[in-house]
Structure formats: structure tokens, C-alpha cells
């Protein structure tokens, strides 16, 4: 155990990763149960973790012996909420893309992870006993007993589901969709689009299970329903609930009859549900069939579309990323303050982590729009030029800079309230262009030098109209 912290043991007991070294996500380590695996864990935690692998069973009342597992250590409350978010976007993620294919052997319960904190509460070692707390996907506290001397769990935990150990394999045909929310997810989603689609998906999981606890009709319908709106209706949305929806499903799966009069039975239906009302069938009947009965389940109905709407987001966030589309309803007045900011903020900072903090990008993102207020633009021209004035003499060295240093003196030394003259020295820094285009070699070696040098040839651009403009 490392000093001051306490071992945490996650199981996944009905999810076995195919994968030799298992898969790291977000900093986690999630193995399978190989003996290498197991064998190359230390001291108590290999033996807590053979432990808990022995209060799971499957079936009736089988021993479990693929499953897959995490041992991290954790100092305080903020590490395990922490924890938490990571452990709840790999289930729901990982969840989704098996639960996606209706007619798919997983099942909610597959992915179900219980957390022991050892120490604490849990893992409290007898002569003929020891004892555990596990909390289920983060939330539900459950009690276990293990019977040392026989083996055996005094009450083993098995799924209400018919549940089978479940194989997933690194080369899954979805492991695509898997990516997206990792890999690609900062190209991908903006702002909180990420976490309102994750949000959407755990709802369309609960659409089957929730907590391992089984789920009737009327549940199902009003969980995938909350699934749309997560996913269909923006935070701020005063129109309706029906309209907006319906709105959305057109848009995404086109002018289609059918999906306007499945949409109207499918809201019906959940206001009868919520409102109490009585329910003659779950089942949908086109309006225009002649028997009326009904041919499926609303509910099943309900997790296609969701499945083909969320592809279809995807796919188009894929194709048409909105980097950039966004940058340009933002004014050259945001990015100048924020970017002052930003190079004013606390900490000395290397161009790099500038660079990847993306205020150059910022600069480099000004454009013909002229707002903007003159002082906080010369304030920004110094803060650049401080930088780019520090690179040239200590990272460039090159003697031909001289005229550059000399104009950058200038600039750095401006006390005229005229700042037409101000915007001359711009333009001259913008034709003789200290950017270090010469240096490929260094550019290439050095990531916010080239972030900076770009940044520089923009703002003179700028900074020379927009001084000169009243």
C-alpha cells in the first residue's frame, strides 16, 4: 500500500478483457484475469483480489473465472469522485456499444463494476472470515462475507439477469465508436456536447436495466424517452417538448410519414405513462392498418431510432468537425481579452505549454472583424513581442535580427497616445517578419516557437488595420 493512500480494488466481474496487457483509458489500468496478470500483483492485493473474484457468481450459482479488474490507490474525496467519472463514462460507453445491437448477447449487468475499499470499512481480515463492502457502478452499497475455511461467500452476488461472463476483444468491430469518446472527443464535441451525448447513453442503457434491477414497460418507455430529450433538445429549449422532438428526428432522419406518426404514438404513450392514465398496449399500431394491433414494442422501436440518430451525430461531428465553424461568431474583442489573460496569467510558462494552452491559436484566429479596443490591442502587441523578443535572443541567436529587435524595442517602448505611428512599426514587423521561417529546422523541433511566429504575422496584420481605423 503506498504511504498515506488507501488500495482501491474495482471488479468487473462478468466483463473478461481479450487483451494480454488489458486496455489503459484515461489513466486507468484495466486488466484480465490472466495468472501473468494476477501473479504480478504485490503483497495484500493479490490476495484481497482473488478474494473478491470469489464472492461473484453467474447462473446457477457458478464460479466465475474470466472477469476483469483495476487496483489504484486513492488520498482523499476528490480522487475517488474522480474515480467515479472515469469508471462511469467507461461503463456507459462501453455498455452502449454492445447494448446498441438489440438482438446482441450483453446485457446491462455485463458491465456492472463494484468498487472495495480496503481499509477503511472493507477487507477486514479473521482467523475464519473476512469481510467486504462493494459499491455497485459507484452508488449501491452491498455487504459480503467469505467463509475462509470453506471457500465459500456467505451471500456471492448474482446478477437478475441470465447473465454469462462476457468476452470483449480490443479489435471489437465498434471499437471506432469506443475511440470517439476518447481519442477523438476534443476534435469532436465542444463545450458540454460531450457530456449531454454520455449522459443520453447512460439513459438508453437504463432503457434496460438499471442498478442491476430489472425494469417493466412503463419504466423503459420514460427512461429511452429522457434519452431523446438528453440528446435532441438543447439545454435552453422553450418550445415544447413533442414539437422539438419531432422537429429533430425529421431533421436527422428526414420528412418521413412514419417517423411523424410514430413520434406523436410514441409521446402519447409516455404522457399516459406519466400522468397515470390507462394503457391499453404497449405495442405500436400504424394508423393506417387496418387491424390495429399492434406489430412491436414501442420500446424496441424507440432504442432503433435513438441508435440511428446518435449515428448519424456522430458521423456528422466526424465529417464536418466544428472546429473553426464557432470561432468565427466569436468578436476579435473576446479572443483580445482572453488572450491577455491568458499570457498575464500566474506562472512562468514555456512557449510550448502556451502553445497547448491555445492562446497562439487564439491570435492567429483574428480576423477582418475590427472591434476591439485600441489600448488592449497595444497591450497585447507587448505581451507578444515580449515573448517573441526572448526567443530571438535566446533561442534564434541569429545576428540578422537586429532590425527586428530594434522595431520590437519600439514598439515595447511606445508612450504616444497617437497609435497611428504604432500601427507603422506593425507593418514594418509585418514586411520584414521576424517569423523564423528561414529556421525549419528549429521549427520543426519546436512546436510553440512555430505557434508563436504564426500568432506574431497575424496580430500585425490586425494590429496595423485596426489602429488605423477610428
Given amino acids: 500500500m503506498k504511504k498515506n493512500k488507501t488500495l482501491i480494488i474495482i471488479i468487473f466481474p462478468y466483463l473478461f478483457i481479450h487483451q494480454k496487457e488489458g486496455i489503459t483509458i484515461d489513466g486507468l489500468n484495466i486488466k484480465p484475469s490472466f495468472s501473468d496478470c494476477i501473479n504480478s500483483e504485490e503483497g495484500d492485493s493479490k490476495i484481497h483480489l482473488m478474494n473478491i473474484a470469489r464472492l461473484f457468481r453467474f447462473g446457477n450459482n457458478r464460479t466465475i473465472y474470466q472477469w476483469s479488474y483495476l487496483i489504484t490507490h486513492i488520498k482523499n474525496k476528490k480522487e475517488w469522485e474522480n474515480l467515479k467519472i472515469k469508471l462511469g463514462k467507461f461503463a456507459t460507453v462501453l455498455r452502449y456499444m454492445k447494448l446498441q445491437d438489440i438482438n446482441g448477447q450483453a446485457n446491462f449487468s ?39 475455511k470453506e471457500d465459500t461467500a456467505t451471500r456471492p452476488y448474482i446478477p437478475a439477469e441470465e447473465t454469462y461472463p462476457l468476452v470483449i476483444s480490443a479489435n471489437d468491430k465498434n471499437n471506432d465508436f469506443f475511440q470517439k469518446f476518447y481519442s477523438d472527443s476534443k476534435l469532436l464535441f465542444k463545450n458540454n456536447e460531450e457530456l449531454k451525448i454520455l449522459r443520453s447513453i447512460e439513459w438508453f442503457n437504463r432503457s434496460f436495466s438499471h442498478n442491476a434491477t430489472g425494469l417493466d414497460p412503463s419504466e423503459a418507455i420514460i427512461n429511452v424517452h429522457i434519452a431523446f430529450e438528453s440528446l435532441l433538445r438543447p439545454d435552453d429549449e422553450k418550445r415544447d417538448v413533442e414539437s422539438q422532438l419531432k422537429t429533430a428526428l425529421f431533421n436527422l432522419l428526414g420528412h418521413n410519414e412514419e417517423i411523424g406518426k410514430w413520434s406523436k404514438d410514441f409521446w402519447l404513450l409516455r404522457n399516459k405513462i406519466v400522468h397515470g392514465l390507462n394503457i391499453q398496449s404497449f405495442l405500436y399500431s400504424n394508423p393506417r392498418s387496418k387491424s390495429k ?58 512557449l510550448n505549454e502556451l502553445s497547448k494552452g491555445g492562446v497562439f491559436r487564439m491570435i492567429s484566429d483574428l480576423n477582418d472583424d475590427l472591434s476591439g479596443n485600441k489600448q488592449d490591442i497595444k497591450k497585447l502587441g507587448e505581451l507578444i513581442l515580449s515573448l517573441v523578443k526572448k526567443t530571438l535572443e535566446d533561442v534564434i541567436g541569429r545576428n540578422d535580427n537586429s532590425e527586428s529587435i530594434a522595431i520590437i524595442n519600439k514598439v515595447l517602448g511606445w508612450t504616444d497616445e497617437d497609435l497611428s505611428g504604432l500601427a507603422m512599426l506593425y507593418s514594418k514587423l509585418e514586411d520584414y517578419s521576424p517569423i523564423f521561417r528561414e529556421d525549419i529546422e528549429i521549427l520543426t523541433k519546436n512546436i510553440g516557437i512555430l505557434s508563436l511566429g504564426n500568432a506574431l504575422y497575424n496580430f500585425c496584420r490586425f494590429a496595423t488595420r485596426r489602429l488605423l481605423v477610428f
Avoid at 455485463?110 to 475499499?117: G, L, Q, V
Avoid at 466526424?318 to 496569467?345: H, Y
Fill in 110 to 148: 455485463h458491465f456492472n463494476y463494484f468498487s472495495f475499499e480496503i481499509a477503511g470499512g472493507s477487507g477486514i481480515l479473521g482467523h475464519d472470515s473476512v469481510y467486504y463492502r462493494g459499491v455497485l457502478n459507484g452508488n449501491t452499497g452491498i455487504d459480503f462475507r467469505l467463509n475462509l
Fill in 293 to 350: 394491433k399492434g406489430h412491436r414494442r414501442h420500446i424496441d422501436i424507440a432504442r432503433d431510432i435513438f441508435v440511428k440518430c446518435l449515428t448519424i451525430i456522430i458521423k456528422i461531428r466526424s465529417d464536418l468537425p466544428s472546429f473553426g465553424l464557432e470561432e468565427q461568431l466569436v468578436s476579435n474583442e473576446i479572443r483580445i481579452e482572453n488572450a491577455i489573460k491568458l499570457l498575464k496569467g500566474k506562472g512562468r510558462k514555456n
